[in-house]
Structures are given as structure tokens and as C-alpha cells.
């Protein structure tokens, strides 16, 4: 009887060791975390989300068949065509023009009040529609992309963003459907928000302007190779980043009286030279990415302008600030040697978002359920969302991510994937699951409270993360701690220009 007792808290204690592990990247997060870690165990013991999503997705609901029988005829009938039509068509992040245009008027056909050049983007906006039943019900929201990445080969979409609009599309206009025909209160907003893949972040600027307040759930889709959901906690999909520009100003001169300047590309290439001599001061879990994309115009005219392009990532917030200052003192150091002057401009941040496990565990039966391609039984570290951080930290959301390319991620491969049966079968995949959560959530009130009071709870908790996470890194980085940012930089509006006329 001992001996089964004692065998049986040390498997809980492997499994709960185990699950600590893979919540988070690196040996410091998981000092820091560990009781927080504990205490979000603690609360999906008591709210069961994988009980619940099992309980949801097997029960009997003839409307809720309905619903979905309804999403797949959209999706085939018209936003497939949608999908394939946007990405023979990519337009780069501030420059989505066509794509704006179009999906604004299905939009407005599909009888929605659209709202354009929300929070000062040219090309973002809300659509939002009010059950005839009255506004009393939940505000259930979708966020939609539509911009293309920058290739070698020209602009494409090799992320699948083409893809992402429609999806959203087809699970709105069977909702509201749904909803007029149940007398179901509520909204249903669809989020248009561009240039995800270009800085400054357009969900930051929206979610400052205040765009995405009163919705009280967030769905949205993103390709990928596999069909997996994430462990509940904080995190993002690819690290903690701060987006920096370093621009260095000096004097021009002719260079054969190079002395009479002051050589602004020198500076940037001390700097560059000096930011790869701190990399084995840092921890090795860092990502530090630069390019120098202006250095000069003529080689016999000393540069006198010259910018520095870095994305600084680490898994977590903390160190990362800690990296950014070591960096902004030394390009500093770099324009005092020099005679330069140096101007840092903080142009994109990412932090951790939180990850709601009553979504993801809803999100992977349905995917079960479905038959969707390429499941993978192993949760992935919390990842939030969406990429930007305070979205998620505010509202309560889950990502769609199904299988729908044979290639990684921003390859031509995936983007030829975007037209072929692997992608059109994961779109509607996407777009099955994004409505059938979006339902459960509107119809089934104790669902709604435990997602809630999840969200609630872990968006309590990360402030003492990273409490817990200055107080780890103390000994090593001393009084850096003290001197946390605490916010997002003050991102301005990227200023874009229409074209007079789309050929």
C-alpha cells in the first residue's frame, strides 16, 4: 500500500516536473515560474477544460450541425475563391489596397456596418453586425489578415494570410445566421488588421486606439504544418522581440578629405562589429538579427547617414530589456568614438500573451472530432494568440491552427500549398472550428464563465512572473532589473499613401 502511494506521488510529481518543463524555454523561466506554474495547474485541475471541451464537442446539437453544414457551403461556394483571388493578388503590410477593398464589400454585402481607417491605418478595419435580437448577448470577434510577405521572387503568401480573411468570413456569415434564426443577442465584429508581417505592429496600434474593446472573445486562424494546441500560461509564437533602428548622423566630407567629416557608417559598422563581441555575454537562448540597409551614397562621399536594423529576441521580457540596453550603449559608445550622433527608434515590440487552455483543449476536440490533418498529441509552449502581446493579455482568444501546407512557414512552397487541396482542406478546417467555438461560447453560458475566469486569473498572475523573473536574474544583471520599461514604445502610425489607381 506504501509503496503504491509513494509510486504514485512520484510518478504525479515526474508528470507535474514534466509539464513544468515544456511550459516554458529556459532554465530561469522555470525557477521564476514554478510556484506561479503550480498555481495555474492547480486551476485547470479545478475548471477541467479537457473535460469540458470532450463534453461540448460530443453532446447532440442539431443547430450547431446546422451551422457548421452551413460554414462548408460558404467556404466552397464563395470564400474559397476568395482566398485563392487574394493570393494571386499579395500586396505587402500598409499596401493591402485590393484586398481592403474587397473584403470591405463582401463585408457590407453580407450586411455588416464597416468602419474604415480605424485607429489612423489606411487599410484597417471593423466590421460589425447587432443580432436583431438586441445587444444584451456576447460580442464574439474574428481577426482577419490579408497582407503578403516580401520575397527574393516578389511579393507572395507564403504565411497563408490570403487564406485568413476568408476563413473568418465564412464562420461571421454563418453565425449571424445562426443568430437571426434563434433570436440569439449579441454581435459579431470581424477585425480587419493589416501588415502582420512589417513594423510597427498593427494589432499594438489598434488595441491602443481602443478598437478592440467590448469584444469578450478573439478567434483567428494561421497556417502551419501541424495541428497542435498550447499549454495554458504566458508566451508567444516566436520569442520577445524589440524591433530598433539605430540611425547615425555624422558630416559629409570628400574623401580624399575624409577628416573634415564625420563618417556615419563607421559608427554603424563599429556598432555592428561591437554587438557581435557582446553575443557570448548573453545568454545563449538569445536571437539578435541585424541588417545595415542605408550606409552611403557614392564612395568617394563620406556617409553622413547611415541605419542599424535589429530584431533583439529572447524568450522572455526581462533579459531581453537587458539585452537592449547593452545594445543602446553600445551604439552609443560607437558614435562618441566616431563623432557621430545616434538616434534609437523603438519602432516594434512583442511580449508574451496568454494562453487560455478551456479555447486550446475546445479547439484540439474539435480538431479531432473534424478529422483535421496532422495532429500532434504534444502541447506546445504557451503562445498567446496573437503575436503582439496586450491583445491577448485583455481579451480571451484562442489561434486556429491547422495543417494546411507540406512546407514551413514564408517558403514559395507553402504559398503553391495556398491553391492546392492540402491548404483548401486546412482553410475550411480552420474555418469549421473558428465558427463551432465561437458557438459553444454563445450559447453555453457556463462555458463562457470558465473562459473568463481563466483568462482572468492567468492575466493576474504574469504580472508576478515577471516580478518573479527580475528577482531570478537579479545576480546576474544587477540593478537592470529596477529599470524595466513596463510598457510598449509609443509606435507611431505608419504614414502610406493610396494609389490614385489599382491596375
Not at 166 to 191: K, N, S
Request: net charge negative; with cysteine; hydrophobic share 40%.
Amino acid at each position: 500500500m506504501h509503496r503504491a502511494v509513494a509510486a504514485l506521488s512520484v510518478a504525479v510529481a515526474l508528470a507535474l516536473c514534466a509539464g513544468l518543463a515544456h511550459a516554458q524555454t529556459t532554465d530561469t523561466e522555470r525557477e521564476a515560474a514554478a510556484a506561479i506554474l503550480r498555481q495555474i495547474d492547480s486551476l485547470e485541475t479545478r475548471l477541467k477544460p479537457t473535460e469540458t471541451a470532450q463534453r461540448l464537442v460530443a453532446r447532440t446539437d442539431p443547430a450547431r450541425d446546422r451551422l457548421l453544414a452551413r460554414v462548408a457551403t460558404v467556404w466552397t461556394g464563395e470564400m474559397q475563391g476568395l482566398s485563392d483571388w487574394i493570393g494571386h493578388h499579395p500586396e505587402v503590410g500598409w499596401h493591402e489596397f485590393q484586398a481592403f477593398d474587397t473584403l470591405t464589400a463582401v463585408l457590407k454585402a453580407y450586411g455588416f456596418t464597416v468602419d474604415t481607417g480605424v485607429a489612423g491605418l489606411p487599410t484597417a478595419f471593423t466590421a460589425t453586425w447587432t443580432s436583431p435580437a438586441g445587444v444584451s448577448g456576447p460580442t464574439l470577434g474574428l481577426i482577419a489578415e490579408y497582407d503578403a510577405l516580401r520575397g527574393t521572387q516578389g511579393d507572395f503568401h507564403g504565411d497563408q494570410h490570403n487564406a485568413q480573411s476568408p476563413v473568418a468570413l465564412a464562420a461571421a456569415r454563418a453565425l449571424m445566421e445562426y443568430m437571426v434564426q434563434a433570436r440569439v443577442p449579441g454581435r459579431v465584429i470581424v477585425y480587419g488588421t493589416p501588415a502582420e508581417e512589417v513594423d510597427p505592429p498593427a494589432k499594438y496600434i489598434m488595441w491602443k486606439a481602443g478598437v478592440f474593446k467590448g469584444a469578450d472573445i478573439l478567434v483567428r486562424s494561421h497556417s502551419t504544418m501541424e495541428t497542435r494546441r498550447d499549454r495554458p500560461g504566458f508566451g508567444v509564437c516566436c520569442l520577445n522581440i524589440d524591433a530598433v533602428k539605430y540611425t547615425f548622423t555624422g558630416r559629409p566630407a570628400h574623401q580624399l578629405a575624409s577628416w573634415n567629416g564625420r563618417n556615419a557608417l563607421e559608427a554603424a559598422v563599429q556598432f555592428y562589429s561591437a554587438v557581435d563581441h557582446l553575443r557570448s555575454t548573453w545568454r545563449p537562448e538569445h536571437r539578435v538579427q541585424g541588417v545595415i540597409p542605408e550606409g552611403g551614397v557614392a564612395p568617394n562621399v563620406v556617409p553622413d547617414r547611415a541605419v542599424v536594423d535589429y530584431f533583439i529576441r529572447f524568450p522572455d521580457e526581462v533579459y531581453l530589456e537587458h539585452i537592449s540596453r547593452m545594445m543602446d550603449d553600445a551604439a552609443r559608445g560607437a558614435a562618441a568614438m566616431t563623432g557621430t550622433d545616434v538616434q534609437v527608434t523603438r519602432y516594434g515590440e512583442y511580449r508574451d500573451g496568454v494562453t487560455v487552455a478551456m479555447l486550446e483543449e475546445l479547439f484540439w476536440a474539435y480538431a479531432q472530432k473534424f478529422g483535421a490533418p496532422g495532429l500532434k498529441e504534444e502541447k506546445g509552449r504557451p503562445a498567446g494568440y496573437e503575436e503582439t502581446g496586450p491583445v491577448s493579455r485583455e481579451i480571451p482568444g484562442v489561434g486556429i491552427t491547422v495543417r494546411s501546407s507540406a512546407f514551413p512557414n514564408h517558403t514559395y512552397g507553402m504559398r503553391d500549398d495556398n491553391f492546392a487541396d492540402i491548404g483548401h482542406t486546412g482553410f475550411l478546417f480552420d474555418a469549421k472550428i473558428e465558427a463551432a467555438i465561437l458557438y459553444d461560447f454563445l450559447t453555453t453560458p457556463s462555458f463562457r464563465a470558465a473562459v473568463v475566469e481563466e483568462h482572468r486569473t492567468l492575466a493576474g498572475l504574469q504580472d508576478r512572473y515577471l516580478a518573479e523573473l527580475r528577482r531570478v536574474y537579479a545576480p546576474e544583471i544587477g540593478a537592470d532589473t529596477a529599470l524595466s520599461r513596463g510598457s510598449h514604445a509609443d509606435l507611431s502610425v505608419p504614414k502610406v499613401v493610396r494609389p490614385s489607381r489599382v491596375p
